[in-house]
């Protein structure tokens, strides 16, 4: 069983250190080091390649420099960072079954994963608001312009960077957790300073943008439906209406699943102090959360069909095999029906 300070301390049955050498068989199996590896491997491929086109097609076609688009960027950005500073780690760790590579990088490994999975949560957040403001226009004809999207792009890294440099300066810690081979932030050593920062970080960087989430998808959703009662028109509103309503609650179920079991755990772990956990179920949250930056661009980017249009015309060299009029002009959203209802709208009075 895992008590709260084996993740700093080695335990008096002579288990090695989670800086000094391999970890098994005394927090769990090889076997169970070598599958995380592989799962760690697979997401470091997947979500390399997935993020990268999003940038690299994004930097190439200038149709998608949209205000939505910058914020799609800069969560490509964050995830990509967080592939290459936590899943490749953690999968060189994993096949040697411990921290290898010191205690100053298990730091700096929890304090980039934590900025960069911040950052990816706030721009989650400004998406939605984004959607919200161009729907529903709580500010009357406010447009959402560029330098909009670049002021909150900026505050994703400037709010990320604020709740994740206390533990270096010893408002809490980055410790090595679960099954050792990787770091976050102390939440299994208990005690004022350890707790505290624990539920400041789970109210802004949790509780906050997920509350923002729900708060603009919702009325969203009953703009559109208002609108589309309204409109009265056939199968294609109707199906369209449908479509947004899938993709909303896409987004916000896939927050949930990925951020929501690890932030509970780390909080009633930090509030119990007396809780034993199995290492392999320590682990599981935070490798879980790491999925996120495979399935974001998935849902965000490519349900986005112009996107999906420049991707086809840069992969097969220019060719584009379906090319019907003309591209939508000036600052375009996703181009699938559903966005053709988003744009159209004309919403009755605030919800």
Known sequence: MLSPNSSQEPPNN???????????????????????????????????????????????????????????????????????????????????G???FGRRMCELEGF???????VGLWSLAILA??????????L??????????????AFTWSWALLWTTPP???????????LRTSCGPNWYTGGSTNNSYILALF?????????????????????????????????????????????????VVAFLICWLPYTTFALVVATNRNISIQPALASLPSYFSKTATVYNPIIYVFMHKQFQSCLVTMVCC?????RKGKTTPAAPAPDVPAERLWNKVTPPPPV
């Open 98 to 100: 411990f921290f290898v």
């Open 168 to 178: 270096l300066l010893g408002w809490s810690s980055y410790v090595p957790e679960g």
């Open 140 to 153: 009357g004809e406010f447009q959402f312009q560029h330098h909009h999207a670049l002021t909150g792009c």
């Open 112 to 118: 980039m994963v934590s900025l960069t999975g911040i």
């Open 129 to 138: 608001l984004e959607r919200y403001v161009v729907v529903c226009r709580p």
């Open 203 to 251: 109210v802004t960087c949790f509780v906050m943008p997920l509350s923002l989430i729900l708060f603009s998808y919702t009325n969203l959703l009953l703009t559109l439906r208002a609108a589309a009662a309204q409109q009265r028109e056939s199968d294609t509103t109707q199906r369209a209406e449908r479509e947004v309503t899938r993709m909303v609650v896409t987004m």
């Open 318 to 322: 220019g060719y584009q095999p379906q």
């Open 14 to 96: 002579g288990t090695p250190g989670p800086f000094d050498g391999p970890q098994w068989p005394h927090q769990a199996p090889r076997g169970l080091y070598l599958s995380v590896a592989v799962l760690m491997g697979t997401i470091l491929v997947s979500a390399s390649l997935v993020n990268g086109l999003v940038i690299v097609v994004s930097i190439r076609y200038k149709q998608l420099r949209s205000p939505l688009n910058y914020i799609l960027v800069n969560l490509a950005v964050a995830d990509l960072l967080v592939t290459l500073c936590g899943s490749s780690i953690s999968f060189s760790n994993n096949i040697s």
